[in-house]
């Protein structure tokens, strides 16, 4: 069975930081492309980053230079340091693994920044 579990979300302030793990089972994590996207209240969910499974990044955007993924193959997990945090990053962040055709969803973390 495959599980994508994230964790690390929470209420933060303005400027504060906060780190989200997704931590992935019942996969050849290593293989996979992760993702992290997000979903606003009455938004569509959107990319945040990616880290594919050679180790090369990508992130939208409104986030770079104050976000860095990261991946630790021998924990099987994912990592989302968020810096300098605004208002408008509230949302709930989710982790997707992808591989080809085949991508997993984990359940979503809340992240509240308070202004």
């Known amino acids: 069975q495959v599980q994508l579990v994230e964790s690390g979300g929470g209420l933060v302030q303005t400027g504060g930081s906060l780190r989200l793990s997704c931590a992935a089972s019942?996969?050849?994590?290593?293989?996979?492309?992760i993702t992290w996207h997000r979903q606003a209240p009455g938004k569509q969910r959107e990319l945040v980053a990616v880290i594919y499974s050679a180790g090369s990044t990508n992130y939208a955007d409104f986030v770079k230079g104050r976000f860095t993924i990261s991946r630790d193959n021998g924990k099987n997990t994912v990592y989302l340091q968020m810096n300098s945090l605004k208002p408008e990053d509230t949302a709930v962040y989710y982790c997707n693994a992808v591989l080809g055709y085949t991508n997993y969803w984990g359940q979503g973390t809340q992240v509240t920044v308070s202004s």
């Open positions: 019942g996969i050849s994590f290593s293989r996979y492309a």
